[in-house]
């Protein structure tokens, strides 16, 4: 039996919580890129630097590879090592849809049916060079790049740009990029 003094206290608390929940300032929403030519979005992304989901916590060499389907879903590999640039290989293939064809900068990506993860462009170079993936929760995001490394000045800038946005970037961790990653590379990747 629960005693009331208990049950008042629990209500209270819950009433706390949802009223805070109430107060909180709207963000708005993530910028998205005006418009992403599929195809040229296609192809090997290294993972520069992340908030990390819990996968990829202890990534090294992570990279996302996309692949424009038939049917116009994307099929995904994401591939890291695990621990180290000597660790096991990790192997992810999820799916993303395009939500917003107008567009082509939000998607579903599919990890475990039914589930559509959110996933939003929200910054591409001209040259398709480099991009920040982001989500409205602001719980995770990635800098990504076409080639293992970018610029110091780079990395400041999309830092910069991922904090306007509303992310902590005191919980932004670099991924280490080494490649050849090692004589036994992982097929489909640099």
């Not at 009223?19 to 992403?36: N, Y």
């Not at 296609?42 to 992340?50: F, K, L, R, T």
């Not at 879903?73 to 917003?100: E, L, Q």
Request: aromatic residues 14%.
């Amino acid at each position: 039996m629960v005693k009331p003094m208990f049950q008042r206290s629990l209500l209270a608390a819950l009433a706390a919580l949802t009223l805070a929940g109430c107060s909180s300032v709207p963000r708005p929403p993530v910028p998205l890129v005006a418009q992403v030519d599929l195809e040229r979005f296609m192809g090997d992304w290294y993972v520069i630097a992340s908030i990390p989901t819990y996968i990829e916590r202890d990534a090294w060499n992570a990279v996302e590879s996309y692949r424009l389907d038939q049917d116009g879903s994307i099929a995904t590999t994401f591939t890291f090592r695990k621990g180290g640039f000597d660790g096991p290989d990790k192997r992810y293939t999820p799916r993303g849809f395009v939500f917003d064809r107008e567009s082509n900068a939000v998607w579903g990506m599919q990890f475990v049916w039914p589930i559509k993860a959110d996933y939003r462009i929200a910054y591409l170079s001209d040259d398709y060079g480099q991009t920040v993936i982001a989500r409205e929760a602001r719980d995770y995001v990635w800098i990504m790049a076409r080639s293992p490394s970018i610029s110091e000045a780079d990395y400041a800038r999309l830092t910069e740009f991922v904090a306007s946005m509303g992310y902590d970037t005191a919980l932004l961790r670099k991924v280490p990029q080494r490649w050849p990653a090692t004589a036994d590379a992982r097929e489909g990747t640099p």
